[in-house]
């Protein structure tokens, strides 16, 4: 079964740093490797998504890169605001279609 | 579109109760997945469907779990007999299709449904 880790667990920067989230899994046989967002008591929004073929994709100030062949993923933050403040959490597409989750970066950017 | 519709959002229940959750899935959307959240295990994936058909149900923690999809537009979760230990926050979430079909499919979720038992 695939395991999915992400480090750090938390995060606490302050305003206008950059930053860099980490996720590794354990197979390398995926399809797919989404990033989400959750904020306090929501739902799950999602990011960026890469596919397996892909090196990286960006929206805004984040940018995310897949290296499939050794199992790892970041998630870039540039010039984080205090509305960054958030869980992150990456999500692998396995070659059964099923979608495995990390536990998550918890982090805090403080003004 | 609405995005995926979760009912209730929030539950209490006594243990011993039958506890149902209901999933509306983004219309069109072939493929539904059945999560749970907790501090301790983070989202587990509990089962998921395609073309309401089961395809994987290895993560239903016990047979007091089953999962149902009657038709495209809808899935429930029941819980029966409900314990205390089944406190936790339920996510539904959707996507167009499964990888296998297309490789930039992307998964939506629903706002999730809090479940305590007492």
């Known amino acids: 079964k695939q395991e999915v880790t992400q480090i750090p667990a938390a995060l606490s920067v302050p305003e206008g740093e950059n930053l860099v989230l980490n996720c590794s899994f354990t197979?390398?046989?995926?399809?797919?490797l989404q990033w989400f967002r959750q904020d306090p008591g929501k739902g799950l929004t999602s990011l960026l998504l890469i596919q397996s073929s892909q090196r990286e994709q960006t929206s805004g100030r984040l940018n995310a890169s897949l290296d499939k062949s050794s199992g790892r993923s970041t998630l870039y933050i540039a010039a984080s605001q205090p509305g960054d403040s958030a869980t992150y959490l990456c999500a692998v597409w396995g070659n059964n279609n099923d979608m495995r989750f990390g536990a998550g970066t918890r982090l805090t950017v403080k003004p | 579109d609405a995005g995926v519709i979760q009912s209730p959002r929030h539950e209490v229940t006594e243990m011993g109760q039958e506890v149902t959750l209901r999933c509306k899935p983004i219309s069109g959307h072939d493929y539904l997945f059945w999560y749970r959240q907790t501090m301790m295990r983070g989202l587990e994936l509990l089962i998921y469907f395609n073309n309401n058909v089961p395809i994987d149900d290895s993560g239903m923690p016990e047979d007091r779990f089953s999962a149902k999809m009657p038709n495209a537009s809808f899935s429930t979760l029941k819980i029966q007999p409900s314990e205390p230990r089944d406190s936790a926050v339920y996510f539904c979430?959707?996507?167009?299709?499964?990888?296998?079909?297309?490789?930039?499919?992307?998964?939506?979720f629903g706002q999730g449904t809090r479940l305590t038992v007492v």
């Open positions: 197979d390398s046989a995926i399809y797919n």
């Open positions: 979430a959707s996507s167009l299709y499964p990888p296998l079909k297309v490789l930039n499919t992307e998964a939506f």
